[in-house]
């Protein structure tokens, strides 16, 4: 992979999902740390609709 064409890319972070073994991941200096290099940062979020197969 060429380092000038590579991005961060943060995938759904939710508050509510932090728990003992991802409380380390510091996903904000991630990004910062990131950023500061130029290099694109892409966020995903899922968005839960009604009646979507995620309900169980």
């Given amino acids: ?3 000038t064409r590579a ?3 943060v995938i759904d972070m939710q508050n509510g999902f932090i728990n003992d073994q991802s409380r380390h991941v510091k996903v904000v200096e991630l990004v910062e740390r990131w950023e500061a290099t130029g290099r694109p940062v892409v966020f995903t979020r899922y968005h839960d609709y009604p ?3 995620s309900k169980g």
């Fill in 7 to 9: 991005a961060l890319i």
């Fill in 51 to 53: 009646g979507s197969r």
């Fill in 1 to 3: 992979m060429s380092s």
